[in-house]
């Protein structure tokens, strides 16, 4: 605590004369102070009394003078200090005492000392309020705290000896604190005094958002929103709580409060840049690309020559596929900053977007040439290049920009993709399994794995990461088909088709998967299901595979209607084929109507005449009609083709018998 500032006053001479001069400067004196120390009649008259008697004690009798005032000039203003009219000093003031009011009449054998401050004799000496401040604040107390301000002391001495101490009220303002805890080198433990001014004066709301403040820089952002949010409460208005809140906010995160305090901000204050700054990064962090752009539009109205702030406009109308308009926006920046760095890569990803590749791949060679160039602008790069097929290029700079970033999942994926695009399928791989080590949720990334390992036959590998993914995307058809066919490939039937009934009912509609299931069906001896799954496919979409199928599942259940319907349907849709006959000519075979099994084999041997099987059924359908020499000729043809025909070898000589048996029984018919 400060001791208090002493007056002294000396006595050069005492007398018992007093000079006229002296006189008259008494009552000039008396004529000046009396309205301040008494401004009624009865208490003026109550101190000149006091005055003259106090003035002829000192100079007869000899008695200790009083000192009654000081008059000081406080920033150029006069003020009177006494016990009555305490002195009030911030660290703003800068003040001179100019004047002692005693019963001796003139200044001659004073001194004075404001103690703290200043030298040995503080008398028309200028002083400055913020020394005294700085030693308050270097010896606060809780009282001090509470009360807002600190003793000081002001002694009077004559002659060396102190007649009085008048007391001082050194005030400590918010800014004080404010000032004094960034010049501290110990921020902390200027903070911990705050803290406890704070908690003495919890309705100062300066202190509160200056503690926020504090708070803010030191990076403790949750303690300065709870104090920002208390000044707001008491003060809705209060820009810069509302500022600070709103700078810690988005360091926290929290951007929808971000967003609303920047709403509020902006209303008071707008034409404040910094705030609409601001109040762009929290929309854009929140995904509102309209009001994002909305507030960057007025940041670019308060600052046109600020051509980051186009540049940020552009950018948001590119998450917003504005790309007329983010392009706009570039070719301003370009007319006054042709070899900007983000007008260039901002322009070129525009360009990239509408498919413009090569003016996308000049402006990024352009920012190539500058010097070192990010991962980002590489990246690009591949993509333009992959617009154009051209593989290799977009390899080329795929791999770059994965060298300059090789923990960016992104940029991985991407190269993944350029490798598959380069039919590397092995090191594509490697690459997704990269980015899955680090984004092990990376949907995307494993199903491209899954797909590739499919692709490659790796079923047991692809299984696995088809398995992963079922329960992490929606459309799911795709997948049970995969395992289903995976599953196939490695004997698990069951599996097999397990996976492909969920295929179908999860809405896929193709006829593959009918197929497919249909074959795993009569894999496993479930004919009459294979068939209907057949049947089901043929009438999604026709193929051969399907018709014949369903058209030896109709021969081998004796339905030769059907079969030859069936058979007919194929004809229509692969043309007119050798074997589609043979199997057609068949189907009527079995049925009966030899003369149409006859007639389709006749039409399939003009398509392929060496056809061996052909012949032997043709062959068959003659003898069972009776013509054993066409019969003959067929099985020989067909001998001929195949040596190793057995039903052929076997029938050649059996007709030739027959044949010779007719013959003998007409050359006796008619001997007879």
Not at 153 to 171: C, D, F, N, S
Request: with cysteine; charged share 25%.
């Amino acid at each position: 605590m400060l001791k208090g500032a002493t007056l002294t006053v000396s006595r050069n001479y005492r007398g018992i004369r007093i000079g006229a001069g002296a006189a008259v400067l008494f009552m000039l004196v008396v004529y000046l102070i009396l309205p301040y120390i008494a401004p009624n009649k009865a208490a003026l008259l109550s101190f000149l009394m006091q005055r003259v008697k106090g003035t002829l004690a000192y100079y007869l009798l000899d008695q200790t003078p009083r000192i009654y005032a000081l008059t000081a000039e406080k920033n150029g203003q006069e003020v009177l200090i006494s016990e009555q009219a305490v002195f009030d000093v911030t660290s703003r003031d800068e003040f001179v005492i100019k004047d002692i009011v005693s019963d001796v009449l003139t200044d001659k054998g004073f001194s004075i000392d404001v103690v703290g401050v200043g030298g040995t004799d503080d008398y028309r000496v200028l002083l400055r309020g913020i020394d005294l401040v700085e030693l308050s604040m270097a010896n606060m107390t809780e009282e001090v705290m509470k009360q807002g301000y600190a003793p000081g002391q002001i002694q009077v001495a004559y002659q060396g000896e102190i007649l009085t101490t008048i007391p001082i009220h050194i005030r400590i303002m918010a800014q004080d604190w404010l000032r004094y805890a960034k010049a501290s080198n110990s921020r902390r433990t200027q903070l911990e005094y705050l803290k406890r001014v704070v908690a003495a004066n919890p309705g100062d709301l300066a202190l509160r958002r200056i503690l926020g403040e504090i708070y803010r820089h030191m990076g403790m952002h949750s303690a300065a929103v709870s104090e920002y949010q208390a000044v707001l409460s008491q003060k809705p208005d209060d820009i810069k709580a509302l500022s600070g809140l709103l700078k810690s906010c988005l360091v926290l995160g929290k951007n929808d409060l971000a967003a609303e305090t920047g709403e509020r901000a902006v209303k008071i204050e707008p034409k404040d840049s910094t705030l609409w700054e601001d109040l762009v990064l929290a929309y854009s962090r929140l995904g509102e690309w309209e009001k994002a752009a909305e507030s960057c539009q007025t940041l670019v109205k308060l600052k046109p020559q600020d051509y980051s702030a186009r540049v940020r406009l552009a950018e948001i109308y590119e998450k917003m596929d504005r790309v007329a308009e983010a392009i706009a926006q570039y070719r301003i920046v370009t007319e006054k900053m042709p070899q900007s760095v983000p007008m260039l890569e901002g322009l070129g990803r525009m360009y990239l977007k509408q498919g413009k590749y090569d003016e996308a791949i000049r402006l990024f060679n352009n920012r190539l040439r500058q010097g070192t160039a990010g991962a980002t602008l590489h990246a690009n790069l591949g993509s333009a290049y992959g617009g154009k097929k051209m593989w290799t290029e977009e390899l080329k700079h795929y791999r770059k920009a994965a060298s300059l970033a090789p923990k960016n999942p992104v940029i991985l994926y991407n190269l993944a993709l350029s490798l598959e695009n380069n039919r590397r399928d092995s090191e594509a791989m490697n690459t997704y399994e990269n980015v899955l080590a680090l984004q092990p949720g990376d949907t995307d990334a494993m199903l491209r794995l899954a797909d590739l390992a499919f692709r490659n036959g790796r079923y047991t590998q692809a299984i696995g990461y088809y398995e992963k993914l079922i329960n992490k995307i929606s459309q799911k058809g795709k997948i049970y088909a995969n395992l289903g066919y995976a599953y196939g490939e490695l004997n698990k039937l069951a599996i097999s088709a397990g996976y492909y009934e969920k295929a179908i009912q999860s809405g896929l509609k193709d006829e593959k998967i009918n197929y497919n299931l249909a074959v795993t069906y009569e894999k496993m001896g479930k004919e009459k299901a294979a068939a209907a799954l057949y049947r089901k496919a043929s009438e999604q979409k026709p193929s051969p595979k399907s018709l014949n199928h369903l058209a030896d599942y109709y021969i081998k259940i004796g339905s030769y209607d059907d079969a030859i319907k069936t058979y007919q349907r194929l004809l229509k849709l692969e043309g007119e084929k050798s074997g589609v006959y043979a199997d057609l000519g068949y189907a009527y075979s079995l049925k009966g109507n030899l003369d149409k099994a006859i007639e389709n084999y006749r039409v399939s041997l003009r398509y392929n005449e060496e056809e061996s099987d052909v012949y032997s059924r043709m062959g068959a359908a003659y003898e069972k009609k009776g013509l054993l020499l066409d019969a003959l000729n067929a099985y020989t043809r067909a001998y001929q083709l195949n040596p190793g025909d057995e039903e052929a070898s076997e029938r050649i000589p059996q007709l030739k018998i027959r044949l010779l048996r007719e013959k003998q029984n007409k050359e006796n018919q008619r001997g007879s």
